[in-house]
């Protein structure tokens, strides 16, 4: 069982920055693929950005590369996502999500199976 909660959410002029963080009670939390996720207003739940086990290797739905930065620290349990150069279209429920399948790094929002509650984020335009 894993239980997620996000942090860090809030209201940002465009051109801002924001940093989430998602905390994590898991066991073996080193063998969970991560991932941050986000929902507009009226439109299903997207990949932001997924992270591997290690850390080492990352993905990034084109709309936000170069802008986001996905980061994970195992001995804390906590992942990361810095947003930079933030803009209206950025404006949903953000959510960190896990996944136990087996393979260090997944994004089709179908292969996580634990999800925190969700933080929005706003940008003003």
């Known amino acids: 069982q894993v239980q997620l909660v996000e942090s860090g959410g809030g209201l940002v002029q465009a051109g801002g920055s924001l940093r989430l963080s998602c905390t994590a009670s898991?066991?073996?939390?080193?063998?969970?693929?991560m991932g941050w996720f986000r929902q507009a207003p009226g439109k299903g739940r997207d990949v932001v950005a997924a992270?591997?086990?290690?850390?080492?290797?990352?993905y990034y739905a084109d709309s936000v590369k170069g802008r986001f930065t996905i980061s994970r620290d195992n001995a804390k349990n906590m992942v990361y996502l810095q947003m930079n150069s933030l803009q209206s279209e950025d404006t949903a429920v953000y959510y960190c999500?896990?996944?136990?399948?087996?393979?260090?790094?997944?994004?089709?929002?179908?292969?996580?199976?634990?999800w925190g509650q969700g933080t929005q984020v706003t940008v003003s335009s």
């Open positions: 992270v591997s086990w290690s850390g080492g290797r990352t």
């Open positions: 999500a896990a996944s136990d399948r087996d393979t260090d790094l997944v994004w089709p929002p179908r292969y996580y199976n634990y």
């Open positions: 898991a066991r073996a939390f080193s063998r969970y693929a």
